[in-house]
Structures are given as C-alpha cells and as structure tokens.
C-alpha cells in the first residue's frame, strides 16, 4: 500500500483534529506500540503581554496556548466541562477583539497545582474568524520569537 503524504486543504467546519490523519507506526519496545504523530497546525503560547481569554457559558478562563484549530486554556476543576462536550458559542477575548466560534472538548488533563488545562477543538467558524485567528497567531509568533 502506498503511504500518501498528500497535505488537505482546511476548510471552514471541517472537524479534523490538528493531527495528522494516519500516525506513522514505529517499532514495539517492551510490548508496547510507539507512534509518530506530526501536527498540521503551529500552536503558539501566548504572549503574557497580551493576555487573551475564552468567555463560555458566561464564565471567563485564561489562554495558555492557541492554533489554528484549536484553543488550550486553564479551568480549576476537571467536571466544568467533559470531553466530547460542543462549546457552542465559544468567545476568544484578545484585547478589545473578540471572535466567536463553536468548539468540541478533546480532553481535560492535570495542569498546574489546583488548574487543568482544558483542550478544545475548533469545529465551526466563519471565514472572518478564522482569518483574525490566524492574524492574531502570526503576530503572536512574531512578537514571542523574533530576533531581539
């Protein structure tokens, strides 16, 4: 069979994660099965300069890390959400910007002392959102690792 390296061309609403489709696999070590997974999207931190927050149910979290694709963002306690749960709307707060989009939750993981950082994915948004997302991203990354 014939590995296709083809990149897909993202659509607005499609619902593929930021992972590439098929992980490559590699050798078993001690019975287990390692895999190699590459990301299709750059995920920046962000800039604490610049803070930026999500609004969801009329409760505000802080941004740790966004993409293209997706949004990982601090909650104080793992049951405020579930995974597979659609955050519908989700408003990201930058500044005195503010886009608005429909999200599913990927997961929930242990963070910080008494924080989880809480991974969604972006299923749904409109062209002009996804364009100040990824406005907001370039100029994220060029403030975070320009040469100074």
């Known amino acids: 069979m ?3 390296k083809e990149k897909k ?3 607005p609403g499609d619902t593929d994660s ?3 489709k098929s992980p490559e696999k590699k050798n078993k070590e001690n019975g287990l099965e390692f895999l190699i997974v590459t990301r299709e999207t750059y995920r920046t931190p962000e800039d604490l300069s610049r803070p930026v927050r999500v609004r969801i149910k009329n409760q505000r979290f802080p941004v740790l890390n966004m993409s293209r694709r997706g949004i ?3 909650v104080p306690e793992p ?3 579930e995974p597979g749960e659609i955050l519908d709307p989700v408003t990201v707060v930058c500044g005195k910007e503010r886009i ?3 999200a599913r ?3 929930i993981t242990p963070c910080e002392a008494e924080a989880y950082l809480c991974g969604i994915e972006v299923l749904q948004s409109n062209r002009r959102s996804l364009d100040r997302i990824e406005a907001y991203l ?3 990354r060029r403030t975070l690792f320009s040469k100074q």
């Open 18 to 20: 930021g992972f590439a």
């Open 2 to 4: 014939a590995d296709n």
């Open 100 to 102: 608005v989009l429909k």
């Open 79 to 81: 049951g405020i959400f």
């Open 138 to 140: 370039e100029s994220n």
């Open 72 to 74: 990982g963002f601090l």
């Open 105 to 107: 939750v990927v997961h």
């Open 9 to 11: 061309e993202r659509k």
